[in-house]
C-alpha cells in the first residue's frame, strides 16, 4: 500500500467547510484513496474513496488531482459531531495478499463552536 | 439492521490471565477481522478470518489467536496477558474478504485494562 502523509491536526469553525489533504505521491495506477474517521474511542467509520474522478456522498466530497499524487475530503458544513481523527488510506482494493486497512496516523479535526 | 457487536464493551484482567473477546458481524458478512488500537502504535492489524479460517495475519506474537464459528462470529483470545496488551480491540466486518471498496465496517471496540 502506498504511503500516505497527513497533517496531525486541523481546527475548523462550525459551519464552515473542512478541507483535510493527504499526499500520497507514490500512489500506483489501481490503488485507491479511501477516508475513514473514528470518534473518540469508537471504531473506524467509513466516509468516502474514490480512484482518480472526484466523488461525493452524503457525508463528505473527496477531490484527487490530476496526476493523483494528493486528495482533499471536503465536509461541506462542519458540525460539532465531526470533531475526530480522519484518516486516508491508498490500496488496491480486494488485494489478495493486503487485505487489511492499514492506518497513518491520521489528522485530528476539532470543529470549533 | 443491526452492526458490528462486540463484547465485552470493557474489561479489566490482570498480568498472566487470558482473555477472550467476541464480536458479531453484520448479518451476512463473512468476514471478520481484528485489530487493536494503542495511543502508542495506532491501529495494527491482528487478523482476518472468512469462512472459519483465517486468511490473513499481523505481525503479532502467537499469545495472540481468534477463530471464526459457523455463523460467522468470531473470538480473539490473548493468553499471558501483559501490561502491553491495555488497547481498544476493534472488530471489523465485511461482506467477503477482500472487499474494500467500502465494505468495512467496525463494531465500538472492547477497552481491555490489564493490571
Known amino acids: 500500500d502506498a504511503k500516505t502523509t497527513q497533517p496531525p491536526s486541523m481546527d475548523c469553525a462550525e459551519g464552515r467547510a473542512a478541507n483535510l489533504p493527504c499526499n500520497h505521491s507514490t500512489i500506483s495506477g489501481n490503488e485507491y484513496v479511501y477516508w475513514y474517521r473514528q470518534i473518540h474511542s469508537q471504531g473506524p467509520q467509513y466516509i468516502i474513496h474514490g480512484l482518480k474522478n472526484n466523488e461525493t456522498n452524503e457525508m463528505a466530497s473527496l477531490i484527487i488531482t490530476e496526476d493523483r499524487k494528493s486528495s482533499t475530503l471536503i465536509l461541506p458544513h462542519a458540525t460539532l459531531r465531526d470533531t475526530a481523527v480522519y484518516y486516508c488510506i491508498v490500496r488496491v482494493p480486494s488485494s489478495g495478499s493486503a487485505r487489511q486497512l492499514t492506518f497513518g496516523s491520521g489528522t485530528q479535526l476539532t470543529v470549533l463552536p | 439492521k443491526a452492526g458490528v457487536t462486540q463484547t465485552p464493551r470493557y474489561l479489566i484482567k490482570t498480568r498472566g490471565q487470558q482473555v477472550t473477546l467476541s464480536c458479531s458481524p453484520i448479518s451476512g458478512h463473512r468476514s471478520v477481522s481484528w485489530y487493536q488500537q494503542t495511543p502508542g502504535q495506532g491501529l495494527q492489524f491482528l487478523f482476518e478470518?472468512?469462512?472459519?479460517?483465517?486468511?490473513n495475519k499481523g505481525n503479532f506474537p502467537g499469545r495472540f489467536s481468534g477463530r471464526q464459528f459457523s455463523n460467522s462470529r468470531s473470538e480473539m483470545n490473548v493468553s499471558t496477558l501483559e501490561l502491553g496488551d491495555s488497547a481498544l480491540y476493534l472488530c471489523?466486518?465485511?461482506?467477503?474478504?477482500?472487499?474494500?471498496?467500502?465494505?468495512?465496517?467496525f463494531g465500538s471496540g472492547t477497552r481491555l485494562t490489564v493490571v
Open positions: 471489523a466486518s465485511s461482506l467477503r474478504t477482500g472487499t474494500t471498496n467500502y465494505g468495512y465496517t
Open positions: 478470518y472468512f469462512s472459519e479460517t483465517q486468511r
